[in-house]
């Protein structure tokens, strides 16, 4: 009698691990972070020139209809691009780089000692640029890319009564056609202001 009760007992036990559900075996992936790209890639970062003066470069890449509803997957087992259902993994043959400078106060807040240095068309026709694809710590260069269009506005004084009073003040828009054919969604669009001796005016990377 002893040794038919612990066998029912050993019988039971093995029926539980069999029909143990799988799940509380196996933990399941979930989502750490998602991110949407519509709209493209943003791009901001500061610069400057040597002594003055400072000056904001923001854009955008985009291309028709790619950036829409796309979107990064950051799960335990990796990062994923992914449209809808359907996993993304290069880019398209070509993309839209458009980005702008403006000068901007080197130190945004604190009260400016002597008198402040403006960019001017001089400066911002110095600048070098230079296009990479990154890839881990490789950077290749950007070959034939296109200058599309290129525009210089006046920036409005913000009171009409100093406009005679101070220098004046101008933005500079590029829209630019980058070759993308295979490039792979990981690899970032590195954007390199240099100065005319070589230094680094400013750099800024557009990466997914």
């Avoid at 901001?44 to 020139?49: E, I, L, S, V, Y």
């Amino acid at each position: 009698m002893r040794l038919a009760t612990h066998s029912i007992i050993r019988f039971a036990f093995a029926i539980l691990l069999v029909c143990a559900p799988l799940t509380s075996l196996a933990r399941p992936a979930h989502d750490k972070t998602v991110w949407n790209y519509d709209g493209g890639i943003v791009l901001r970062t500061d610069g400057a020139f040597p002594d003055g003066p400072c000056f904001r470069l923001a854009g955008r890449v985009t291309a028709p209809r790619f950036f829409d509803n796309l979107k990064r997957v950051d799960t335990d087992h990796g990062t994923v691009f992914r449209r809808g259902g359907e996993p993304v993994t290069h880019f398209p043959d070509a993309v839209l780089l458009s980005f702008a400078l403006r000068d901007q106060p080197c130190n945004p807040g604190i009260q400016q000692v002597g008198t402040r240095v403006y960019l001017t068309r001089e400066m911002v026709g110095t600048l070098q640029l230079s296009l990479y694809w990154k890839r881990g710590v490789d950077l290749r260069p950007v070959e034939k890319f296109k200058e599309l269009r290129a525009s210089i506005t006046r920036i409005a004084p913000y009171a009409s009564s100093v406009a005679t009073e101070i220098p004046e003040r101008f933005e500079w828009s590029y829209d630019l056609a980058i070759p993308s054919a295979g490039v792979p969604l990981t690899d970032s669009l590195v954007l390199v202001f240099r100065l005319p001796d070589g230094h680094i005016a400013t750099r800024v990377a557009a990466r997914m």
